[in-house]
């Protein structure tokens, strides 16, 4: 089929992951109904479909890390697992019939806008050509698995692992094991790795700071509750959200909250870990909340295991046999383990994305992505992101984010529809302002505060966080403002 002989559709969606498939939800409950999903992977799931490593398992509530339109009165653990995540995913995909909008096995390679018509082409690297009026890219943030630029890495002969790509058939049972990497992942892996393997050392470069994480299993009689009353577990959800919310103020800015959650966290710290040595390996030297804040509650007492060393020394090689430190050790390795995170898009797209004209937006965004509420781009009319530029949450559940920017999509389509008009475009002078006030308020965070961390781009430019509490985000998501906008209309306007 050529290009023009490829039907039309409403809205076109890249990743079936949270984002994705909560949008084609909502869009359907909404009257949108033809929408195409578009998938790189053989299944739906996203983060929980890629990240099944030992110990994988969210870090905020499960009643505040599912949609508030489709409770889950079934979690068994204050901190669902990652199974339990996945499992909750395909019940929404089950339960909304969302399956049949999605086509796997196709990844995208780029997006682009007619000018005339006010439509986009998805070209996938099968080969296929999707067209549709809106389109949504739902990539994810965190989809894209980063190995460290180490020398020598490729010269491992062991088994290498990605924690966003477990081999379960592995066995570590009689194994010596290193985990490169301490973050959010790390933290998850090592306690787990620790009941394995015979020998296991941890390659740190920075300590993060860590709170303890109250994971407990939620008794039968709170499930019944839940799935009587879903009124009682909307409550309940309310309840973790403010609690997360009042947290905010000592992860985002510098404020006495900020100075209590350092004592909480060093007091964690002397309670698990009684050598001063180890500590003082362990303490942060940068502000709490400049980094990720971890939660863990058996990461430090998996440390102190007899089969387990934290190693600071800084990773100067990779050999054939294992790591060589800064300090001329070689520690022989049947495994290597890499907790080393996601290339995360600061700068750049994912894929090429041609705007107006022929614009585009990797290269308007070399040095530092910036958008309209993080959701649109001037020049990009009826492109909508999610986890786009400055949406990133540092204290609360990233599907209070994604929720809002669900519900400005469905808005912004819906508002395409009943005006019968062909595109709306953000007004340039819109989205610098808006540019401008958001970089006044992120340099008086933390997360601006002078460390190194994924949040920034080289140059220190903050294209990820917002700096606000959710609940400004969710209120600045909650009006679509057309005077924001430009109206194009033309030959190509929506029936
Ligand atoms: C290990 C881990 C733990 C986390 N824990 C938490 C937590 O506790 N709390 C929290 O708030 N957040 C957490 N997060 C953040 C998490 O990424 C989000 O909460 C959420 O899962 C994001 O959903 P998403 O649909 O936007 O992206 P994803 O889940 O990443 O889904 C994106 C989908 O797009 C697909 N895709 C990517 N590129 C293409 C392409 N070119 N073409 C077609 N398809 C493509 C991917 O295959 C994937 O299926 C965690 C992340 C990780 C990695």
Redesign the pocket.
Known sequence: MSNTDTPIHQVLI???????LGTALRLQQNGVDDVVI????ADI?????D?TYPG?A???PSNL?SFSFAQNPRWTRSYAGSDEIRDYIHWLAEEYDLRRLVRFN???TGLSYDDASGVWTATTEEGDTVRARSAVM??????NPSFPNIPGLERFQGKTIHS?DWDHDYDFEGKAVGVIGTG??GVQIVPELAKQAKKLRVFQRTPCWILPRLDFRKPDWQKAVFRKLPAAQSAVRNGLFLAHESIATGIIWDTPVNGALETLAKAHLRHQVKDKWLRRQLTPDFKLGCKRVLMSSDFYPALQKDNTELITWPIASISENGVRTGEGIEHQFDCLVFATG?SVPNSGT??PVYGLNGRELGQEWRRGAQAYKSINVSGYPNLFM??GPNSG?GHN???VY?ESQIEYIVKGVTTLRSLGIKALDVKDDVQATHNRRLQKRLAKTNWNSGCKSWYLTEDGYNATMYPGFASQYARQMKHLELRDYRLLSGSGAPQ
């Not at 890249?14 to 994705?20: K, L, Q, T, Y």
């Not at 578009?38 to 992977?41: I, K, Q």
């Open positions: 890249v990743g079936a992951g949270f984002s994705g578009l998938e790189r992977a799931g996203g983060t929980w479909r990240n994988a969210c870090d905020i890390y196709r990844s995208v739902a990539q994810g943030p965190l989809s966003a959010a992942s996601f994912p894929f999610i986890f949450p559940s990233a599907l994604i």
